[in-house]
T-cell receptor, first 116, second 109 residues
Framework: SAVISQKPSRDICQRGTSLTIQCQVD?????MFWYRQQPGQSLTLIAT?????????ESGFVIDKFPISRPNLTFSTLTVSNMSPEDSSIYLC?????????????FGSGTRLTVV | GQNIDQPTEMTATEGAIVQINCTYQ??????LFWYQQHAGEAPTFLSY????GLEEKGRFSSFLSRSKGYSYLLLKELQMKDSASYLC??????????FGGGTRVLVKP
């Protein structure tokens, strides 16, 4: 399965600032997704990162708040903009291949964000 | 939309068997995934069912009934290291995974 490097692993940020999280994969992958996991909660899908086009956002998430880039098949970034304490969470990227779903989707190690 | 229901927490004894049930309603269903997540770590893939029936993988088995919108994960010969959250995730249109709230399993000696 693909190996994912996600950076930073954690950060403490001031409210009103922005943080960009990077997800680098060791091979080309068709599907890349970004999730949020709030303390004690399960994973919530933020968006599907589409290569060469705008990301597809889930209900409750908007591009102005969570801009996503995916310039190629091995890399994506998620920016958390104009942060508030409510954005404190773990953010994870996930990758997969449509023809290899029996191998599951792989997750990055996550970025633990604290907004103060 | 998605509607996924699984128990919040289960407790079992080392060496025992635990069955985690999951019911779901999803559009564009294309298989059911189970993930394990230890505290502070990323989820790791356990199983995938696309057809009805039981899939066995060592101590872990997963069952799917598409007509009933029902799956379960069966953990046998429980070990202390199996204490974790178990996440049910139906695949949907666009190959997206939406996760249930997770079941926290506590294995006691």
């Amino acid at each position: 399965s693909a190996v994912i490097s996600q950076k930073p692993s954690r950060d403490i940020c001031q409210r009103g600032t922005s943080l960009t999280i990077q997800c680098q994969v060791d091979s080309q992958v068709t599907m890349m997704f970004w999730y949020r996991q709030q303390p004690g909660q399960s994973l919530t899908l933020i968006a599907t990162a589409n290569q060469g086009s705008e990301a597809t956002y889930e209900s409750g998430f908007v591009i102005d708040k969570f801009p996503i880039s995916r310039p190629n098949l091995t890399f994506s970034t998620l920016t958390v903009s104009n942060m508030s304490p409510e954005d404190s969470s773990i953010y994870l990227c996930s990758v997969g291949e449509p023809g290899r779903t029996n191998y599951g989707y792989t997750f990055g190690s996550g970025t633990r964000l604290t907004v103060v | 939309g998605q509607n996924i229901d699984q128990p919040t927490e289960m407790t079992a004894t080392e060496g025992a068997i635990v069955q985690i049930n999951c019911t779901y309603q999803t559009s564009g269903f294309n298989g059911l995934f189970w993930y394990q997540q230890h505290a502070g770590e990323a989820p790791t893939f356990l199983s995938y069912n696309v057809l009805d029936g039981l899939e066995e993988k060592g101590r872990f088995s997963s069952f799917l009934s598409r007509s009933k919108g029902y799956s379960y994960l069966l953990l046998k010969e429980l070990q202390m290291k199996d204490s974790a959250s178990y996440l049910c995730a139906p695949g949907a249109a666009g190959n997206k995974l939406t996760f249930g709230g997770g079941t926290r399993v506590l294995v006691k000696p």
